[in-house]
């Protein structure tokens, strides 16, 4: 086999080593780059590319896109309930950031960890449930398991830091199971950080009502979902980060 001489005459061999140090850290950098993690839209006020309906090819039901958001209108005469939307990727581990308004007394939820199954007619079923709440009616709310930004049932916050009905608010929910950790934050409050794996997490379903639903949390990769509670609720800016 031929061999070529690379040095160039006049450069002492110590240029060479730092040169050669040089470009490994370099490559390095660059690889490291490669691996970060960038914000990627799920929603970016034109298209709905990343979402179906729950046991569905495509989205039917009232959602619809009105200057840059994500709408649900409920129709009197839909099956109140059924429209849920899942993204048509799952996710493990993740940083997923939006903002919502939803109506008076409205409700409705993010899920993640969605198991879409036939046996399971909505994803409440298997999903555990960022709740998206508006209780201005009854000023007297004060149950924290099923406030906005509440994990619906199981854990939520010592109080309610959601803004009035009709107004946007920010929310953040990191979902990180090889570090085992849940966080919910929203209009820049951190509610609560919560297991979300293992026996400390089993211990937290067992003293819910989802105790002995066969199906609830039993995937770690799943679909996220946004659901129909048969109440007009608005999305906007759906991000999604995925963590290690």
């Not at 958001?69 to 990727?89: C, E, F, Q």
Request: net charge negative; aromatic share 12%.
């Amino acid at each position: 086999m031929r061999k070529f001489d690379l040095k160039i005459p006049g450069i002492p061999i110590c240029i060479y080593s730092i040169m050669f140090i040089f470009a490994l850290m370099l490559s390095a950098a660059c690889d490291k780059a490669g691996e970060k993690k960038e914000w990627v839209y799920l929603f970016d006020g034109s298209n709905l590319d990343a979402w179906r309906t729950y046991m569905k090819d495509s989205i039917t039901g009232e959602w619809e896109i009105s200057e840059g958001a994500l709408v649900y209108r409920p129709h009197p005469d839909s099956a109140h309930g059924m429209n849920n939307l899942i993204t048509r990727k799952k996710y493990k581990s993740f940083e997923l950031a939006l903002e919502w308004k939803i109506e008076k007394d409205g409700n409705s939820g993010v899920f993640y960890g969605i198991h879409e199954d036939e046996k399971y007619v909505v994803p409440y079923m298997t999903a555990p449930e960022v709740q998206l709440r508006d209780y201005s009616s009854d000023p007297d709310f004060s149950d924290n398991l099923q406030m906005s930004g509440a994990i619906f049932g199981i854990v939520g916050p010592q109080e309610d830091a959601a803004r009035p009905a009709g107004e946007w608010n920010e929310l953040l929910v990191s979902i990180d199971r090889a570090n085992n950790l849940g966080r919910v934050v929203l209009n820049g409050k951190e509610l609560f950080n919560y297991p979300v794996r293992g026996e400390e997490w089993q211990k937290l379903v067992d003293a819910s009502k989802f105790k002995d639903w066969e199906g609830f949390s039993v995937t770690e990769v799943g679909h996220i979902g946004l659901q129909d509670h048969a109440h007009e609720v608005w999305f906007r800016n759906i991000r999604i980060k995925e963590l290690k």
